[in-house]
DNA sequence: TAAAAGAACTTTGAATTTCAAAGTTAAAAC
DNA sequence: GTTTTAACTTTGAAATTCAAAGTTCTTTTA
């Protein structure tokens, strides 16, 4: 049998981590500067976060150039948003059904 | 402006902390031994992360004696209920809304 | 064309947090 | 009076988190 809290992914513990993926649920594509305002991070530490996120692919970083400035993006994987609706349906279970 | 994340708890960042008042928002009362099992943990982790909880006034510990065995119960505080619940609204929020 | 500035990091090291294991306490059972 | 059980507390090491400073690459400004 599997645990009450199996599905609750450390992964998604952090509240910065839990931010990025949030926000990259409902936006195809993000950039730094816009995580980086929305969460209330530095950038050394929003970038750690990110990579961190990267590395256990759940997210895909792109860069390119918006006119002259260089401009990254960040995008959810399929695995990166399959994981976190199921760290959120097993959240939703654990409050309903914890008895 | 309060910022998107401003209501996403530190304190229930870690998913055995979040595992324990999501426990104690659907049953009113629980004891140490059904924390333990449903959550997975050592003792003396369960009972540092229940001291967390109580040194915020979120939750309230009750002990007594069932029969002959000592036994310890542990209840969600208004202050815990409604901060648990303004939490889990932040995230929904946080989720429908981050654009 | 040399210096300054901006974007997005990476590195560093200290502070904080987390953990399991071992030790503790108090009552109960033997 | 020794052992057991429940529920911790303590300890110390490991892991995590953080801000600040440094880096790289490119563009802008002088």
């Known amino acids: 049998m599997t645990s009450i809290i199996s599905d609750i992914n450390k992964?998604?513990?952090?509240?910065?981590?839990?931010?990025?993926?949030?926000?990259?649920?409902?936006?195809?594509?993000?950039?730094?500067?816009?995580?980086?305002?929305?969460?209330?991070?530095?950038d050394g530490n929003?970038?750690?976060?990110?990579?961190?996120?990267?590395?256990s692919e759940y997210i895909t970083i792109r860069k390119q150039f918006i006119g002259k400035k260089p401009n990254t993006t960040y995008e959810a994987t399929l695995l990166g948003k399959q994981t976190f609706a199921r760290h959120l349906a097993a959240l939703e279970q654990l409050i309903k059904t914890s008895k």
Do not use: C, P, W, Y
Request: no cysteine; proline share 0%.
């Open 11 to 42: 992964t998604f513990d952090h509240r910065i981590r839990l931010g990025i993926m949030s926000v990259l649920m409902v936006n195809d594509s993000v950039d730094f500067n816009r995580l980086k305002e929305l969460l209330e991070v530095t």
């Open 46 to 55: 929003l970038a750690s976060h990110i990579k961190a996120l990267e590395t």
